[in-house]
């Protein structure tokens, strides 16, 4: 049961970080792709009626995360207490942003609503980077199953890290790089003309940039925290994800080079998916590791819920989710296509 | 106090009190907005749909404020309050968690849809698209409320062998007595807000002579929903959630009356100012025996006082939950006044001339948001000390690990940004406000 929601919180994730990574990533190409006032607002407009919808998934995963695992949510949550403040605040600056700026007049105040959404979106994409930098590393838990992380220490990979160190500084570039590009492929399957083709620009000029630092990225994670191979080498099957990794980064290359649009889209999704898969597959059946004593690392077992919570969970988490699904596939077929400026809307 | 706890509670004291300003007049715009897009599928009449797309403005700008605010509500649980988390999680996530599955997607997909759709929909598949967002705000709010009874009354859970609760049972938790109470009575006070806010809208139009037709449209529209929503705060939801408090917190209620000494025929004191170190209440205005009757249907009933109870299960705040429930109960009758006179005024054809009335109504605006606000620290404040009524104190529920200081800091931040942010709406909805309802006939940007 516990593996079960592991592995629905898992989803979650990597569905928020999907959807939601294409629409930051929009925010941070959208002042250098899109150069005059209307301009920005096609790429508003590509994002307007969905980008809402996404963030919610990560309220859900949120939710979901609260209610399967109690103890990891008071935990990581007053631990993270800092960054997590501040990614509040990041994400209500970027709501405002994309909502509020088709109510200013005043290029002078609209260009300044252009602003926030750029700075918020780069920064959130950093630090959805560097938390999951965090998780992998490891934090200081005590024997309570408490710990208070400060946002930096000596930025060194220790037993007592900041939320900042070279590894999560160096996650956060990688989420910043990778939701860029992926930010930038679907903004060129929702656009045509001048918008099209900068927007494929930023994309090539990201590849060997991602491609680089993922492989560095890799041999890292392996430097600072080698069991993270421990879960690989007992089950080979699942070296079929960093293949797949390199695979999709590949097709990446491949379809932007091809003009393949939409394939290119998928192709960095699946990247996206597979780097969060591989990394839980690591950790698995740690969620948050303790960089104290390995004893306190928070498990799935430690952390879970009452099991009859947890099996009467599923029932209403099923029906919940194929609406939810529904609702996206309706929404998506509903504004699919590229956008054109004429019309209501953004 | 420990001032770690004092910030905590600040901390989301303050957060929930903006946040609560903009889910209410959500949901009761929500409701408001498909009876005017019924009115104009009815009726074919178009006036009614420029109406639906006026009123449909102001709900975006408010509720991504709705949205924003929010989301610290639920990361607050972790971060502020983590042992309250780890001890309730394995209940009240249930409920927290199905909000953002049921009702957040919902609400959140088909906003967008209502918003910008209309002219890519049918007008009845853009009625759904009203009722979708309507269903989704209102289940929204019911999955809150039942966590918020579950903290008032708890029910359905079973002690885990390392201290914290677990779910027994999922239906006697979505089903809790005290959460139909206060779902039903914290609703009709979200339609009152919606009521009053557009009966205000349009009185400002009638009497400034500009969109006249419109403002009547709203005047109507917020006249009777108002009438019928102000009584039904008092009766019967006011009244089911007042012998809940009696029946399941008898601490609260002589707490919330500021009643020091039980007595049989206790009297219900309308204004008088509470000293709690003297135990009595100075300048008092007191009608007889009005409070047993009120509590328990017959004027002789003993009422449980104060001093039944000891000191340390009184509510810590008496004096401002005493004021939080009077303000509450005083405003919600003057509510029912306003709207009943009219209403009146309505049927009998006068109200567009009564310009006295429409003064009334057009000032009235921020009434029922401190109304709202009032009732909601009654409710908390009345179920101190204790976060969990009768199982888990205040006191030991907030982030030991995260110190006063650096709550501090954020709850200066939140204030800077809600700041910001609040101004940034009031001059937005004047912007629309001046617009008027008949200025973009589609959202044009």
């Known amino acids: 049961m516990e593996t079960l929601w592991f592995m629905i919180v898992a989803v979650m994730v990597a569905a928020y970080v999907v959807l939601d990574g294409f629409d930051l990533g929009a925010g941070v190409i959208c002042l250098f792709v899109a150069r005059s006032s209307a301009e920005r607002r096609m790429v508003l407009r590509a994002i307007g009626p969905v980008w809402d919808g996404n963030e919610v998934w990560l309220l859900a995963a949120g939710g979901t995360l609260y209610f399967a695992f109690p103890q990891l949510y008071a935990s990581s949550f007053s631990g993270f207490y800092l960054p997590l403040m501040m990614v509040l605040w990041l994400l209500m600056l970027r709501g405002i942003g994309i909502e509020f700026r088709a109510h200013m007049d005043n290029p002078v105040w609209i260009g300044f609503f252009d602003a926030i959404f750029f700075v918020s979106s780069a920064l959130l994409a950093i630090f959805l980077g560097a938390a999951l930098g965090n998780v992998i590393r490891g934090v200081p838990l005590g024997p309570d199953g408490y710990f208070f992380e400060p946002l930096w220490t000596d ?3 220790g037993a007592h890290p900041g939320i900042l160190d070279w590894y999560t500084v160096m996650a956060g570039v990688i989420a910043l790089v990778t939701l860029t590009a992926h930010g930038a492929l679907y903004i060129v399957t929702k656009t045509e003309a001048d918008l099209n083709l900068r927007a494929r620009r930023v994309a090539l000029v990201m590849w060997p940039i991602q491609a680089l630092l993922t492989v560095i990225s890799l041999m890292a994670t392996n430097w600072i925290k080698p069991e993270v191979m421990d879960n690989y080498r007992e089950h080979p099957i699942g070296l079929a994800i960093p293949l797949l990794v390199l695979a999709s980064l590949g097709a990446m290359l491949w379809a932007t080079l091809k003009r393949k649009e939409k394939p290119a889209f998928v192709a960095s999704a699946l990247y996206i998916v597979s780097m969060l898969v591989g990394a839980a597959f690591a950790l698995y059946p740690v969620v948050l590791p303790a960089s104290t004593d390995p004893g306190y690392s928070l498990t799935i077992y430690n952390s879970a819920a009452g099991h009859h919570g947890l099996v009467v969970g599923v029932t209403w988490w099923c029906i919940a989710f194929v609406l939810a699904l529904a609702y996206f596939v309706f929404i998506f077929r509903m504004f699919r296509g590229k956008v054109r400026l004429e019309g209501s809307g953004y | ?14 957060t929930v009190t903006f946040h609560y300003l903009f889910p209410q007049l959500t949901m009761g715009l929500a409701l408001l907005i498909v009876v005017l897009k019924t009115l104009a599928l009815r009726r074919n009449d178009e006036l009614y749909n420029q109406a639906a797309r006026f009123w449909a403005r102001i709900f975006g700008i408010n509720f991504v404020l709705g949205v924003v605010t929010g989301i610290p509500m639920e990361f607050q649980f972790g971060t502020n309050w983590s042992h309250f988390s780890r001890f309730a999680g394995g209940v009240i996530g249930q409920t927290l968690a199905m909000e953002g599955m049921f009702a957040f997607f919902l609400e ?8 910008y759709g209309e002219k890519k929909l049918s007008p009845r598949a853009h009625w759904w698209s009203a009722v979708a967002v ?5 289940l929204s709010g019911y999955f809150i409320i039942v966590t918020d009874a579950w903290m008032q009354n708890p029910v359905g859970y079973e002690r885990a062998p390392d201290g914290s609760v677990q779910l027994a049972s999922f239906w006697e938790l979505v089903l809790n007595p005290w959460a139909w109470w206060q779902y039903a009575h914290n609703m009709s006070g979200a339609v009152i807000t919606g009521a009053f806010v557009m009966a205000s809208v349009g009185a400002f139009y009638v009497l400034s002579n500009q969109y006249r037709e419109h403002g009547q449209i709203f005047l109507r529209t917020g006249v009777w929903a108002g009438c019928i929503f102000s009584i039904l705060q008092l009766f019967p939801t006011g009244d089911g959630q007042g012998r809940m408090v009696t029946r399941y917190q008898p601490v609260t209620l002589a707490a919330m009356e500021a009643l020091f000494t039980g007595q049989p025929g206790a009297p219900l004191v309308i204004i008088g100012q509470p000293d709690v170190e003297a135990r009595k209440i100075d300048n008092p205005l007191l009608v007889p ?10 004027w002789e009933a003993h009422v449980e006082g104060l001093d ?17 429930y009077h303000i509450m109960v005083g405003l919600g009758t003057i509510f029912i006044a306003i709207m009943v006179v009219s209403a009146f005024l309505l049927w009998r054809g006068k109200l567009f001339d009564a310009r006295w009335m429409l003064w009334i109504l057009l000032l009235s605006l921020p009434f029922p948001y401190i109304a709202n606000t009032a009732g909601w620290m009654t409710a908390e404040l009345g179920r101190q000390p204790w976060l969990v009524y009768g199982l888990m104190l205040t006191a030991d529920g907030y982030s030991k690990t995260v110190s006063a200081g650096n709550g501090m800091f954020t709850l200066l931040g939140f204030m800077g940004m809600y700041t910001v942010l609040g101004i940034l709406f009031l001059f937005l909805v004047r912007r629309e406000i001046e617009r008027g309802p008949a200025a973009a006939a589609a959202l044009e940007h």
């Open chain 2, 108 to 115: 959140s997909a088909f906003l967008g849809l209502f918003l």
């Open chain 2, 289 to 298: 025996k009005a409070l047993s009757f009120l509590t328990y249907r017959r």
């Open chain 1, 155 to 157: 930025f060194r990979v």
């Open chain 2, 308 to 324: 039944s109870f000891p000191e340390q299960l009184w509510p810590q705040n008496i004096p401002l939950l005493y004021y939080s």
């Open chain 2, 1 to 14: 106090m420990d001032s770690a706890l004092l910030v905590h509670r600040l901390h989301f004291a303050f």
């Open chain 2, 134 to 138: 309507f269903l989704g705000s209102w």
